[in-house]
Structures are given as structure tokens and as C-alpha cells.
């Protein structure tokens, strides 16, 4: 039986990688789905394969660190829809020439703090902030927010981003907090390496043969992977979880070598 049957779900970093998947998986246990990307047109294109796979779906863009941005889509989402029950924070900034520039704090460009924090953390607020009420009219339901296993552990270089995906994880507890009597529930996953597009944009050959030693699995994640961890979140069959950070990450975390693997 279809675990969201009737339900309809929003996906904001929905053009490819997790996004993708994830509004692919989620529409095919039954979800409608608002596909929503700041590059409107890829975010169409993934809605329209899934409205040929006989699924329900529509896409929107826009940048969502902008506050009628994010109500807006709220709105066309609850307009097409007539509801919201889950909403699936999946937009950051992961374009390697921006990530080039997020370095250290003597050489932080505060540019780049600023827009890390604004869209990677602010439109997960936003978000939160305009569906909330509409799960609140109906009862409840679940928000999944993404955070980053960079938000664990300090690294050398990529300060904002990692702030700014630690802070994620502080807004998922209060929205538990603060909604949880009204039938909303609220998490964050924290991925590892999972192999995405961006990922290999930015990561090396080296690198990701580094952070594969450092997967205790035989295998490295794949956007699916996350995608099946986010419909478990946002059905039923977790109902009695909210508040929680989730790691996915082949066990990386487990272990304090990250070079070899032991």
C-alpha cells in the first residue's frame, strides 16, 4: 500500500541529486509533489517526469532565502494541492565556484557567510515559517530539513557551510519543540558522502577514494538512498520520532580514522 497516499509533500532543492530522487520516491508512494528549485526550469522538468510516471506534481522556483518567494510557493503548493503535509528542506548553495570561496574565518568573505546563511539555513526558517500554519490546519504532519555530516566535525576549510548546516539542526528542535502538540513533527538527516552530481563537481578523484576508505560499508550512498531514509520520516511508520539529527553515512561517523578506513 502507498505510504502517502493522499498526501501532498514540497521538495525544495528538487531539480537533481537527493531532491530529484527524493520528490521521485515520495510521488511514487502516492505523494503529490511541488517540486521547487531556484532553476525553475530543471525543477519543471523533474515535475514533469513525474507527472508521466502518472504521479501528481508541479514545479516552482525562485530563491527561497527570499521571504514572498517562500510564501509564495506555500501558497501556489496549498492552491494546486489543497494542503501540505510534509515539506522536505533540501536547497543549499553546493555550486563548487561559491564553495571555492568559503574558507576560513581570517579569510571569510562575508559576502559568503551571509548568502551561506541566508540560503542554506534562512530558507529552511522561511519555509518552515509558511507551511507550518497550513500543517497546522490539517492536522499535522512532518518536515525533514538537511544538514550535513560537515555540521559534526570542524574541517579546514568550508566554515559557513558548515555553520550554516549546524544551525539546522538547532531550528529542527525548536519547530519540534513548538509544534509537536499540534501533530507536526520535525527532523533533520545528516548526510555523508553521498554521490551527487555537486559532489563530484568539487571533490577530487583523491578525495572521494579517501571518504570511500572511510565508509564502513562496501559502497558509497547514492541520492536514493537518502530519498528512502526521507519518505521513512515522512510517513506514518515514524510517527513516534521528531527532534532527531539522523545520520546517513555509511558509518563514517562511527569511527575516528576518515583516511584509511579502520
Given at each position: 500500500?502507498?505510504?502517502?497516499?493522499?498526501?501532498?509533500?514540497?521538495?525544495?532543492?528538487?531539480?537533481?541529486?537527493?531532491?530529484?530522487?527524493?520528490?521521485?520516491?515520495?510521488?511514487?508512494?502516492?505523494?503529490?509533489?511541488?517540486?521547487?528549485?531556484?532553476?525553475?526550469?530543471?525543477?519543471?522538468?523533474?515535475?514533469?517526469?513525474?507527472?508521466?510516471?502518472?504521479?501528481r506534481a508541479i514545479g516552482l522556483g525562485g530563491d527561497l532565502a527570499?521571504?514572498?518567494?517562500?510564501?509564495?510557493?506555500?501558497?501556489?503548493?496549498?492552491?494546486?494541492?489543497?494542503?501540505?503535509?510534509?515539506?522536505?528542506?533540501?536547497?543549499?548553495?553546493?555550486?563548487?565556484?561559491?564553495?571555492?570561496?568559503?574558507?576560513?574565518?581570517?579569510?571569510?568573505?562575508?559576502?559568503?557567510?551571509?548568502?551561506?546563511?541566508?540560503?542554506?539555513?534562512?530558507?529552511?526558517?522561511?519555509?518552515?515559517?509558511?507551511?507550518?500554519?497550513?500543517?497546522?490546519?490539517?492536522?499535522?504532519?512532518?518536515?525533514?530539513?538537511?544538514?550535513?555530516?560537515?555540521?559534526?566535525?570542524?574541517?579546514?576549510?568550508?566554515?559557513?557551510?558548515?555553520?550554516?548546516?549546524?544551525?539546522?539542526?538547532?531550528?529542527?528542535?525548536?519547530?519540534?519543540?513548538?509544534?509537536?502538540?499540534?501533530?507536526?513533527?520535525?527532523?533533520?538527516?545528516?548526510?555523508?558522502?553521498?554521490?551527487?552530481?555537486?559532489?563530484?563537481?568539487?571533490?577530487?578523484?583523491?578525495?572521494?577514494?579517501?571518504?570511500?576508505?572511510?565508509?564502513?560499508?562496501?559502497?558509497?550512498?547514492?541520492p536514493q538512498d537518502v530519498a528512502e531514509l526521507v519518505l521513512f520520516?515522512?510517513?506514518?511508520?515514524?510517527?513516534?520520532?521528531?527532534?532527531?539529527?539522523?545520520?546517513?553515512?555509511?558509518?563514517?561517523?562511527?569511527?575516528?580514522?576518515?583516511?584509511?578506513?579502520?
Amino acid at each position: 500500500m502507498s505510504r502517502l497516499a493522499g498526501k501532498v509533500a514540497i521538495v525544495t532543492g528538487g531539480a537533481g541529486g537527493i531532491g530529484a530522487a527524493t520528490a521521485a520516491e515520495l510521488a511514487r508512494e502516492g505523494a503529490a509533489v511541488a517540486v521547487v528549485d531556484i532553476d525553475e526550469v530543471k525543477a519543471e522538468e523533474v515535475a514533469d517526469r513525474i507527472r508521466h510516471s502518472g504521479a501528481r506534481a508541479i514545479g516552482l522556483g525562485g530563491d527561497l532565502a527570499e521571504e514572498d518567494v517562500a510564501r509564495s510557493v506555500v501558497h501556489a503548493t496549498v492552491a494546486e494541492f489543497g494542503r501540505i503535509d510534509v515539506l522536505h528542506n533540501n536547497a543549499a548553495l553546493t555550486a563548487s565556484s561559491f564553495l571555492a570561496r568559503d574558507t576560513t574565518v581570517s579569510e571569510m568573505p562575508l559576502d559568503v557567510w551571509q548568502r551561506s546563511m541566508e540560503a542554506n539555513l534562512g530558507s529552511q526558517l522561511l519555509m518552515c515559517k509558511h507551511a507550518v500554519p497550513e500543517m497546522r490546519s490539517t492536522g499535522g504532519g512532518s518536515i525533514v530539513n538537511m544538514s550535513s555530516g560537515a555540521a559534526l566535525s570542524g574541517d579546514r576549510t568550508r566554515l559557513a557551510y558548515g555553520v550554516s548546516k549546524a544551525g539546522v539542526h538547532a531550528l529542527t528542535m525548536y519547530v519540534a519543540t513548538s509544534e509537536g502538540k499540534a501533530g507536526i513533527r520535525a527532523n533533520t538527516i545528516v548526510p555523508g558522502l553521498i554521490l551527487t552530481d555537486a559532489v563530484r563537481a568539487h571533490l577530487s578523484p583523491d578525495i572521494l577514494d579517501g571518504l570511500g576508505r572511510a565508509t564502513l560499508t562496501p559502497y558509497v550512498g547514492q541520492p536514493q538512498d537518502v530519498a528512502e531514509l526521507v519518505l521513512f520520516l515522512a510517513s506514518e511508520q515514524s510517527r513516534y520520532i521528531t527532534g532527531q539529527m539522523i545520520s546517513i553515512d555509511g558509518g563514517m561517523s562511527a569511527h575516528v580514522s576518515m583516511n584509511t578506513g579502520d
